[in-house]
């Protein structure tokens, strides 16, 4: 059996005992040779550890005796283990000492072989360790090629949504995302869209579930967003309009897909008349806040994906200068922790701190990283925030 890079694999077997030596490598020739293994016999640990030094990589499968004048094989194996943690661990005994040989199991030992050793029952498990082992690198194999295409998919994604803050007078937006740690890519949708000096838009959405299957739809709600044309021009826009326009779309586009669904708000902030639209399907609201508190602004609205039908309504409020206005996905919100729980007033808490500060995302964000603690998101975090 040949290793990754085309060379024999080895079994090693250790072993104080010449003659145990020689009669296993006799027994074990024809055998080795049909799997294409080299064998090596090492009387005692240490010659065995320097010849690892050099041929570790190809040291598949190791068989040691318990009871070695040298070294107690137990100690060797958890030395090995530890070291070179690929290799398959085999403990050969003729003695019962139960603490011994538990010392070896916690190295993982793959198979325990009482002397005298039955020659099919030590074959089978010499194969069976080969096979275990393959695996293992199978896996090894696979995970990087995954993570390898789970980078690729990420730059996409990353480059599909990047969203250059547009400069509109009267107004600072910030802008935060951070994808799902471990996969890399998620279901966070955001755009923000310029319709002339004073206005524009911004929209947030979260797609159910985690992974590649959410990161589609946000590429299909970029398309969508792309798509949208007329409605952004003159003072015919409004959050209604484009959020039933686009849910209409994404209800075409899902039909085959009815378990997806997508949360989603959208804002369109006027500086020149101190106003903010706001439009929801089935997200979490929008605040605005100033130095007199924090207001939520809830409004009714299903989540998109669910009916094309459905006519969006909006909600108009007035806003003054200093005001800033925050949404985000809740993967804020998220934690395992039950001494580091997150609900609304925590996050009211955070934006009332945010705002007497320039940096309204960064204060924010560094605030909840003081209750979260070391534990990292769950889930796609975004948040956006606008300063007028």
């Known amino acids: 059996m040949d290793d990754m890079n085309g060379q024999k694999e080895i079994l090693c077997i250790v072993d104080d005992e010449p003659q145990v030596l020689k009669a296993l490598s006799r027994e074990l020739e024809d055998f080795c040779s049909g799997l294409n293994l080299e064998l090596r016999t090492y009387k005692g640990p240490g010659a065995c550890k320097k010849a690892l030094a050099e041929d570790a990589s190809r040291t598949a499968v190791l068989i040691s005796d318990l009871r070695m004048a040298e070294q107690s094989g137990s100690d060797f194996l958890l030395e090995v283990h530890r070291d070179y943690p690929d290799i398959e661990l085999m403990l050969l005994t003729a003695y019962n000492d139960i603490q011994e040989i538990q010392k070896a199991i916690s190295a993982t030992l793959r198979a325990l072989i009482t002397k005298p050793w039955n020659p099919e029952i030590l074959e089978a498990e010499i194969e069976n360790a080969l096979s275990i082992r393959r695996m293992r690198q199978d896996n090894r194999e696979y995970i990087h090629k995954l993570n390898r295409h789970l980078d690729i998919a990420a730059d996409f994604q990353?480059?599909?949504?990047?969203?250059?803050?547009?400069?509109?007078?009267?107004?600072?937006?910030?802008?935060?995302?951070?994808?799902?740690?471990?996969?890399?890519?998620?279901?966070?949708?955001?755009?923000?869209?310029?319709?002339?000096?004073?206005?524009?838009?911004?929209?947030?959405?979260?797609?159910?579930?985690?992974?590649?299957?959410?990161?589609?739809?946000?590429?299909?709600?970029?398309?969508?967003?792309?798509?949208?044309?007329?409605?952004?021009?003159?003072?015919?826009?409004?959050?209604?309009?484009?959020?039933?326009?686009?849910?209409?779309?994404?209800?075409?586009?899902?039909?085959?897909?009815?378990?997806?669904?997508?949360?989603?708000?959208?804002?369109?902030?006027?500086?020149?008349?101190?106003?903010l639209s706001i439009s929801n399907a089935g997200h979490l609201p929008v605040y605005t806040i100033n130095s007199g508190g924090v207001t939520e602004h809830k409004i009714e609205g299903p989540a998109m994906g669910f009916s094309s039908g459905v006519q969006y309504q909006q909600k108009d409020i007035p806003l003054k200068h200093g005001d800033a206005v925050a949404v985000y996905t809740d993967g804020l919100l998220e934690t395992k922790s039950k001494q580091s729980k997150i609900n609304s007033e925590v996050i009211k808490k955070f934006f009332r701190m945010a705002v007497m500060d320039e940096d309204f995302n960064e204060t924010f964000l560094k605030q909840l990283k003081l209750v979260r603690g070391e534990e990292d998101f769950h889930d796609d975090v975004t948040l956006l925030s606008v300063r007028v």
């Open 158 to 275: 990353k480059n599909l949504l990047e969203t250059r803050i547009p400069d509109v007078k009267n107004a600072r937006l910030e802008l935060s995302y951070m994808p799902h740690q471990a996969l890399r890519i998620g279901g966070d949708y955001y755009d923000v869209i310029k319709l002339d000096d004073n206005r524009f838009i911004a929209m947030l959405g979260d797609v159910t579930g985690q992974g590649i299957r959410p990161s589609f739809v946000t590429a299909m709600l970029k398309v969508i967003s792309l798509s949208l044309g007329s409605p952004r021009q003159g003072d015919q826009v409004t959050t209604g309009g484009l959020m039933t326009f686009m849910n209409k779309r994404l209800c075409q586009v899902l039909q085959n897909a009815s378990d997806i669904l997508i949360t989603f708000s959208i804002i369109l902030i006027d500086t020149e008349h101190m106003s």
